[in-house]
């Protein structure tokens, strides 16, 4: 049987926003909670030109 992993957060989405929003949570009071970032991009290289 396939274990059950439970989040307090998931982020749909692994861009600038999500990323950001994921950073801001990492250093807040809310820190020690669990997060999940999802994201469809396959790309396993940084393309970005910004």
Do not use: E, N, W
Request: hydrophobic residues 40%.
């Amino acid at each position: 049987m396939a274990s059950v992993k439970h989040y307090d957060f998931v982020l749909a989405g692994g861009g600038l926003a999500g990323l950001s929003l994921a950073c801001r949570l990492a250093r807040s009071p809310l820190g020690s909670k669990s997060m999940l970032i999802i994201d469809h991009d396959k790309d396993q290289q940084s393309d970005r030109t910004f």
